[in-house]
């Protein structure tokens, strides 16, 4: 898929003010820090298109993007370690489920998964509670770039057998990326063209 045009929309807490554009939409989320920001432009080839930042938590809102005229990709806040307050961390917490149970343009979630890193118990819950309100998601693993081939081999399977036992009939897809090199760029693309075409097709 080539990316000929990539544009905010609005940010929000409310899901009720979401576009209402009958559009696909595809959800980027992760655990703070993952380097979401740094994906999201890598994918789109716009350097500041999703504002980076090196302090966790800075995506505190609900960011929609629209694509190519005709899907929405959408930026939300990190879940954990974010140095905000518990109550703030709460109301995060209320208005992603509450995305994620009302959002109906809603295709499917990525799950950014730091691949330098074990299993995260946050990680894994997350997921879980994905796959038990049968919401569709892939593993995005990042920062390919900062391990050698066999490391990065080695943490992506970890984490695939720990998801082994979880509330889905089969595997979630996995995509290895860095968006200091561009890799996994085509493959994630590629994927969301396959299901935009297909939804086209009906």
Known sequence: MKIKSASFVVSNTDVGKCPKDPIPEYAFIGRSNVGKSSLI???TERKHLAKTSGKPGKTQLINHFIINDNWFLVDLPGYGYAKVSKSLKKTFQKFITDYFAKRQQLVSAFVLIDVRHEPQKIDLEFMQWLGEHQIPFSIVFTKADKLKPKALERN??????ALEHGAWEEAPNHFITSSTSGM???ELLGYIDAINQEIKGR
């Not at 992506?156 to 057998?161: M, N, S, V």
Request: proline share 0%; glycine share 8%.
């Open 41 to 43: 432009n890598m994918l």
């Open 156 to 161: 992506a399977e970890a984490y695939l057998k």
């Open 184 to 186: 996994g760029r085509e």
